[in-house]
C-alpha cells in the first residue's frame, strides 16, 4: 500500500512539473510569434493589435495560470521580461491612441495585469520580481521595453530560457554601441537618465558607470570623461 501511495503521488508530480513546463512552453511560443508578427525594427504595431487584440488578449490571459520558480533562474527571469513587455503593450494598446505611457496616469506604478498567480504592476515585474531577486543583473535595464523612444529597442522575437544569457549580452552590447544611446564627445560622455535612475545596478563592486559601460563597448570610453545625462524620450515607440 505503502508503495503504491508513492508511486501515486511521484505520477501527479511529474504531472503536475509536466503541465507547469507544457504552459511556459506554449507561453514562450506564442510570445514568439506574436512579437515576430507586430514588432519591427524596435518598433511595435499598436494600431494593428488594437484591431485585432486576440493574440495578445489570450498571451495575457495563459500567463495568470503559468507558475515560475526563482530556483529554475533562466525560465523565471525570461518569463518575467516577456510578462513585462507584453503587458506594456497591452497597457498602450488599451488606451490606444495615446502618444506616450506617461499620458495614462499610474501607467507604471498603479494599473496592474494577472500574471503568474499575482495582481502586479510594472513597477514591481521590474524592481521586486527581477531587479528584487537578482541585484547582480543590470542588464535587465536593456531588454525591458517601458514603450517610449528613449529605452533600448524591443526585439521582434521572446526571451527564451535556453538562449537568455546570450539575449541579454547581445542587447546590452547593442544599446551601449549605439551612437545615439551612449553619446561620445571628446572628453564628455551623455548616459540615458536610466544610468542616472538606477546608478546602483551600474556601479556594483566599485565600478563606475564608464567602467560598466566599457565592459559591452567595442571602443571604449575614456575613463576620465565627464559624465552627464541626457533627457529620456517618452515618445511612443509606435509603427506609423
Same mark, same amino acid.
Given at each position: ?55 495578445? &488578449? ?22 518575467? #521580461? &516577456?510578462? @513585462? &513587455? ?9 488606451? @490606444? ?27 514591481? #515585474? ?19 521595453? +517601458?514603450?517610449?523612444?528613449? +529605452? ?6 521572446? @526571451? ?37 535612475? @538606477? ?37 511612443? &515607440?509606435?509603427?506609423?
Amino acid at each position: 500500500m505503502k508503495n503504491k501511495t508513492t508511486l501515486t503521488t511521484l505520477f501527479l508530480l511529474f504531472l503536475f512539473h509536466f503541465g507547469v513546463a507544457q504552459n511556459t512552453s506554449d507561453f514562450f511560443s506564442k510570445s514568439d510569434s506574436f512579437f515576430k508578427m507586430n514588432v519591427k525594427e524596435g518598433k511595435v504595431d499598436y494600431k494593428g493589435i488594437k484591431e485585432n487584440p486576440s493574440a495578445l &488578449n489570450e498571451l495575457i490571459s495563459s500567463a495568470k495560470a503559468i507558475s515560475v520558480s526563482k530556483s529554475d533562474v533562466n525560465t523565471y527571469q525570461a518569463f518575467w #521580461i &516577456n510578462a @513585462y &513587455n507584453l503587458s506594456v503593450i497591452k497597457g498602450i494598446v488599451d488606451n @490606444y491612441p495615446i502618444k506616450s505611457p506617461l499620458d495614462k496616469a499610474g501607467f507604471f506604478d498603479k494599473v496592474t495585469y494577472d500574471l503568474a498567480g499575482q495582481n502586479i504592476t510594472l513597477n514591481d #515585474i521590474e524592481n521586486k520580481l527581477l531587479r528584487g531577486n537578482f541585484r547582480e543583473e543590470a542588464r535587465f535595464h536593456f531588454v525591458l521595453v +517601458c514603450a517610449g523612444l528613449g +529605452c533600448p529597442p524591443i526585439i521582434n522575437s521572446a @526571451y527564451l530560457p535556453e538562449t537568455l544569457n546570450l539575449q541579454l549580452q547581445k542587447q546590452t552590447e547593442l544599446a551601449l554601441n549605439n551612437p545615439k544611446f551612449i553619446k561620445v564627445k571628446g572628453n564628455k560622455v551623455q548616459l540615458s537618465q536610466l544610468f542616472e535612475w @538606477y546608478k546602483g545596478d551600474f556601479t556594483q563592486d566599485g565600478k563606475s558607470e564608464i567602467e560598466f559601460v566599457n565592459q559591452y563597448r567595442k571602443e571604449k570610453i575614456e575613463i576620465k570623461s565627464k559624465v552627464s545625462y541626457y533627457n529620456y524620450d517618452w515618445t511612443l &515607440n509606435q509603427i506609423k
